[in-house]
C-alpha cells in the first residue's frame, strides 16, 4: 500500500489496521526495565487498538508488472560491479508508537543490534533515496510467480533464521492462514526459488510511504516524520507474533532496487532475543 495523502489521523488507523490484521494483536511488551550490566533496552510498546474492517482483505497483494534484472550502467563511467541502485539512508527498529529505538550496541563494522524482549511488537523501518544511477527508488513489495525465480521485490529484505514458524508459503500475513517467514542462511540474494519466495513472503509484509509527513515512524516533537531527511521512501512493517524473531540473535539484510531494476548496497542490523526465566 502506498500513502499519499490524508488526513493524520485516517494515515495512523490505516497503518495500524494492516499491521494489526498482520499480526492480530502484538504482544505487549515490557516495560523500560534497566538491564544488568545496563545497556540501553529496545523500549516496545503495545500497539493502539484500531476497528476491525469488515471485508475480508485478499490472501496476498496483486503482482505488479515485472521489470528487468539489475544492469551495469556503463555511462556512469563506475568501476565494475559498483551498486548504482538506491542508497539506504536508515535501516532501524522503532516502537510501536513510532519512536525510533536506540542500538543495545554497535559492532566494529557499524551494525547495529536491537535488544527485543518478545521478539515482536515493534516496527522495522527502512529508508532510501536515489543512488549513483540516479533512478527513483522502486516500490514493489510482492512481485512472485511461483517457477519464475528472477521475480523479486523492490524491497529485498531476508532474515538469517526462521521468523515464527518458519513456514514456507509465500505471503501467508492474513488470517486465518498467518505463518512465519523462512531463514536464508548462509545469506545470499542470488540463488533460486526458494530465495525468491522468502524474499517475497518478507517484503510483502510492508507498507510504502512516500511522504515524510505521512510517515511510520515520528519526530522527538511527535510529528510524523521520516528518520532521516534526506529520504525519500519509507518501508515499515510492525513485527507481529506470527513472524516473531526468535531467541538468540538473527541479522536481517536488505537491499532496495531502483525502478530500473538495479540493486543498491546491503545493510544489515541484528535482533537480540534473550531468553526467559
Do not use: W
Amino acid at each position: 500500500m502506498t500513502i499519499r495523502r490524508a488526513t493524520r489521523t485516517k494515515h495512523l488507523v490505516t497503518f495500524l489496521a494492516a499491521a494489526t490484521l498482520s499480526a492480530s494483536a502484538c504482544t505487549p511488551l515490557s516495560a523500560n526495565k534497566p538491564v544488568e550490566p545496563r545497556v540501553p533496552e529496545f523500549d516496545e510498546t503495545p500497539v493502539p487498538t484500531v476497528p476491525p474492517q469488515t471485508a475480508a482483505p485478499s490472501a496476498a497483494p496483486t503482482p505488479l508488472p515485472t521489470r528487468p534484472l539489475g544492469r551495469t550502467d556503463t555511462e556512469l563511467n563506475v568501476p565494475a560491479g559498483t551498486s548504482i541502485g538506491p542508497v539506504i539512508t536508515y535501516f532501524g527498529a522503532a516502537r510501536a508508537d513510532g519512536l525510533p529505538g536506540e542500538p543495545e550496541s554497535i559492532d566494529k563494522d557499524g551494525i547495529p543490534t536491537y535488544l527485543s524482549v518478545a521478539g515482536s511488537g515493534f516496527i522495522l523501518v527502512i529508508e532510501g533515496k536515489a543512488g549513483l544511477g540516479q533512478h527513483e527508488v522502486g516500490r514493489r513489495t510482492f512481485v512472485h510467480q511461483p517457477g519464475d525465480p528472477n521475480l523479486r521485490p523492490d524491497l529485498e529484505i531476508q532474515v538469517s533464521r526462521d521468523l515464527g514458524d518458519g513456514s514456507k508459503a509465500v505471503c501467508d500475513r492474513r488470517p486465518p492462514e498467518m505463518g512465519g517467514v523462512p531463514g536464508i542462511n548462509p545469506a545470499t540474494f542470488a540463488g533460486g526459488q526458494a530465495v525468491a519466495d522468502a524474499l517475497n513472503d518478507l517484503s510483502c509484509r510492508f507498507e510504502t510511504f512516500l511522504e515524510s509527513e505521512f510517515s511510520c515512524t515520528l519526530n522527538s516533537l511527535g510529528n510524523y516524520s521520516f528518520v532521516k531527511s534526506d529520504s525519500t521512501n519509507q518501508f515499515c512493517v510492525i513485527v507481529a507474533k506470527s513472524f516473531a524473531f526468535p531467541i538468540g540473535t538473527t541479522e536481517v539484510r536488505v537491499r532496495l532496487k531502483d525502478i530500473e531494476g538495479n540493486p543498491g548496497p546491503v545493510e544489515r542490523l541484528r535482533i537480540r532475543r534473550p531468553k526467559t526465566p
